[in-house]
């Protein structure tokens, strides 16, 4: 296919050449809604404005893969115009959330070059960064194309294959934002009788987030929310606690958020 002899061919690329990809690419809300419409996603934190606020969002992120093919837009014009294929992509991470308004920028470094055994194209792998104007980075991956040549005849570049991993390490991996983690451990210090504990549920076949409060007078349990599968306690305050997470009612999942008060002196 011809494109017009525009964008860089293989022997334009070096390796630790950092490509600074023209832009920068402003978010809109229209952006999220259209994707959203079109995708048809179920992800709560993108998907439901309540529990987005509840986890301490300002409003719900883009998702993820939105921010993913925006930041790949941006670097297509310095890449692959002469592209004949993607190969594959590796040790991809977000890194933080992006909302409507949020302005992108991109750059990608050259870490590898391969000459084909045909002479005619090469194989180009970058390492691609996205981030808000900020400063704030929101995305990183790695990705390989198949280049093609301007001048077959030119010299092949000394061969470079870097060594990428199978999976990302789930020790680099950034959890969503929110403030549970600390709020639950705080609470169960001051509450020992809250027991609040992620169980296996062998029916639904998935874990489900159960609250329960002893009464140590009666030696009894009293559950306080119904069963929830991927839930939260988003925050507790005095006696008062507030969780999210996915009901299940009639073979669907529904996206909601509980505020239980404990009585005085239950405990």
Not at 173 to 177: C, D, E, M, R, Y
């Given at each position: 296919m011809d494109k017009?002899?525009?964008g860089r061919f293989f022997e334009d690329f070096e390796v630790g050449r950092v490509l600074r990809h023209a832009g920068p690419r402003t978010v809109t809300a229209a952006d999220?809604?259209?994707?959203?419409?079109?995708?048809?996603?179920?992800?709560?934190?993108?998907?439901?404005?309540?529990?987005?606020?509840?986890?301490?969002?300002?409003?719900?992120?883009?998702?993820?893969?939105?921010?993913?093919?925006?930041?790949?837009?941006?670097?297509?014009?310095?890449?692959?115009?002469?592209?004949?294929?993607?190969?594959?992509?590796?040790?991809?991470?977000?890194?933080?959330?992006v909302f409507p308004g949020d302005t992108l920028v991109a750059r990608s470094t050259v870490i590898g070059l391969k000459q084909t055994s045909s002479g005619k194209s090469g194989i180009v792998w970058v390492r691609t960064e996205g981030f808000k104007t900020c400063g704030t980075a929101v995305l990183d991956y790695v990705r390989w194309v198949l280049v093609n040549k301007r001048d077959p005849a030119s010299p092949a570049p000394e061969p470079v294959v870097p060594e990428l991993p199978a999976v990302v390490a789930p020790d680099r991996?950034?959890?969503?934002?929110g403030p549970a983690p600390r709020l639950r451990h705080a609470y169960?210090?001051?509450?020992?009788?809250?027991?609040?504990?992620?169980?296996?549920?062998?029916?639904?076949?998935?874990?489900?987030?159960?609250?329960r409060l002893l009464d140590t007078q009666r030696g009894t349990?009293?559950?306080?929310?119904?069963?929830?599968?991927?839930?939260?306690?988003?925050?507790?305050?005095?006696?008062?606690?507030?969780?999210?997470?996915?009901?299940?009612?009639d073979n669907a999942n529904y996206a909601q958020t509980w505020e239980v008060e404990v009585a005085e002196g239950v405990a």
């Open positions: 017009g002899g525009k999220a809604a259209l994707y959203l419409a079109l995708t048809g996603s179920r992800f709560a934190l993108q998907a439901a404005e309540p529990l987005a606020r509840a986890w301490g969002l300002p409003a719900p992120p883009l998702d993820d893969l939105l921010v993913f093919h925006l930041v790949f837009g941006l670097s297509v014009p310095d890449l692959s115009v002469n592209a004949i294929a993607n190969l594959g992509y590796a040790d991809g991470r977000f890194l933080a959330p991996l950034v959890a969503p934002p169960e210090r001051r509450l020992e009788a809250l027991r609040v504990a992620e169980e296996r549920d062998h029916e639904l076949g998935r874990p489900v987030l159960r609250a349990e009293a559950d306080l929310l119904p069963d929830l599968s991927d839930a939260r306690l988003l925050w507790a305050e005095n006696n008062r606690l507030r969780f999210a997470g996915f009901e299940r009612v």
